[in-house]
């Protein structure tokens, strides 16, 4: 495995954190005024290093067979395919969805939503990232390089925090449904866990480096990792010996913090995490147990995950230790026929016992009170 060395990394101003991550630095200059505080916590006052290392290798969707395959490690940014495409009223379906379960989605999409309505649904596409819907339906229009997409998705699949920017800006028809529970989160090491770390305390220590997502970028999921560190130590009836929540945040983000410490990924923290421990410069990642899972199941020979509560087949989050839940909603348009029965159709297939038993094979499970439908 290849270790960036820390002469390649570059301490990075937030403008700077943007120009390195890609796209249009004035667009996106607001984003980063700030990282989100964390509830109760000290503040942060460390700038993270972005830490860019080679790509790992992810599972792509099904063989579609002998077709045209230009596939390479920057195949998701697209540089060599260029196009726009519109006229959406011919397009079957559209979904926005985050990436947090991306796994068990492409599994209920080929396996399940396909054989039972690819007849009817010839042309869709969907996305699994950062929640982007709210700028999606805002401007119609999502770019992925040099690809140009026009269409207006019929479902959004993200966090509550989300959905209710999308309610209040009058996108969702109907009310957004509780669809996804996590597990918590977990925390993501080298294969054989070299550093020996066992604990949210054991990010304390010097020698300790660890990645979250970009917190300009991805402020959602930042939070959520960052306040299970501090409400997991918080909630600790046996801290180490003189070692309050507060010192661990601080030896993590505030003054306190060794430079170099803190790194953060480039913008969809889902695979640049994995990446950084793997081959950049950290030796830790928080991240939710389904993707941890997963990581570990994809790459065996690169990763172990430590639970912060139960065991790795049975994780049991301690106290502190955030579980989000997903939710769906549909989204207002002037939808055709055919798209309204396309969006009922997979909107059924979400609710559907399989999709159930798709989720519990990968480390997720359904809301308190479910109901398959």
């Known amino acids: 495995m290849r270790k960036c060395s820390t002469t390649k990394k570059v301490l990075l101003a937030a403008a700077l954190l943007l120009l390195a991550s890609g796209g249009g630095l004035a667009s996106r200059a607001a984003e980063a005024q700030q990282v989100p505080p964390v509830p109760?916590?000290?503040?942060?006052?460390?700038?993270?290093?972005?830490?860019?290392?080679?790509?790992?290798?992810?599972?792509?969707?099904?063989?579609?067979?002998?077709?045209?395959?230009l596939t390479d490690q920057a195949a998701d940014r697209l540089y060599d395919l260029h196009g726009n495409i519109g006229a959406c009223r011919h397009m079957g379906l559209v979904l926005s969805s985050e990436g947090n379960y991306n796994m068990a989605l492409q599994a209920m999409w080929y396996h399940v939503f396909l054989p039972r309505y690819g007849s009817l649904v010839k042309t869709w596409y969907y996305t699994t990232?950062?929640?982007?819907?709210?700028?999606?339906?805002?401007?119609?229009?999502?770019?992925?390089?040099?690809?140009?997409?026009?269409c207006r998705p019929e479902i959004a699949v993200a966090s509550l925090r989300v959905m209710k920017k999308l309610e209040a800006a009058g996108e969702v028809q109907g009310k957004p449904q509780a669809i996804i529970r996590g597990r918590g989160?977990?925390?993501?090491?080298?294969?054989?866990n070299p550093k020996g770390i066992h604990s949210v305390w054991d990010l304390a220590r010097p020698d300790v480096r660890i990645v979250t997502p970009n917190p300009y970028l991805e402020p959602g999921a930042f939070l959520n990792y960052a306040t299970s560190i501090y409400e997991i130590a918080k909630n600790d009836p046996h801290p180490p010996a003189g070692w309050t929540a507060?010192?661990?945040?601080?030896?993590?983000?505030?003054?306190?913090?060794?430079?170099?410490?803190?790194?953060?990924?480039?913008?969809?923290?889902?695979?640049?995490?994995?990446?950084?421990?793997?081959?950049?410069?950290?030796?830790?990642?928080?991240?939710?147990?389904?993707?941890?899972?997963?990581t570990m199941v994809s790459f065996p020979k690169l990763f172990t995950i430590v639970p912060l509560g139960g065991t790795v087949s049975d994780p049991q989050p301690l106290p502190g230790n955030q579980v989000g839940t997903t939710?769906?909603?549909?989204?207002?348009?002037?939808?055709?026929?055919?798209?309204?029965?396309?969006?009922?159709?997979?909107?059924?297939?979400?609710?559907?016992?399989?999709?159930?038993?798709?989720?519990?094979q990968y480390g997720l499970r359904r809301p308190a009170g479910w109901h398959n439908h």
């Open 40 to 69: 109760g916590a000290p503040p942060i006052v460390v700038t993270p290093v972005l830490d860019v290392p080679h790509l790992l290798q992810w599972p792509i969707d099904p063989d579609r067979g002998t077709v045209p395959n």
């Open 129 to 150: 990232s950062p929640p982007i819907s709210v700028p999606q339906l805002a401007h119609n229009n999502l770019t992925f390089g040099n690809l140009n997409l026009t």
């Open 185 to 192: 989160n977990v925390l993501l090491v080298k294969a054989g």
């Open 246 to 294: 507060n010192r661990l945040f601080n030896a993590i983000f505030g003054a306190t913090a060794p430079k170099g410490k803190w790194l953060i990924g480039d913008r969809i923290h889902h695979r640049d995490e994995p990446q950084a421990v793997a081959y950049g410069g950290a030796d830790v990642a928080v991240i939710m147990y389904q993707l941890g899972h997963y």
């Open 327 to 360: 939710y769906m909603a549909r989204i207002r348009g002037n939808w055709t026929p055919a798209q309204r029965a396309a969006s009922n159709d997979l909107w059924a297939t979400y609710r559907s016992a399989v999709f159930t038993r798709i989720l519990g």
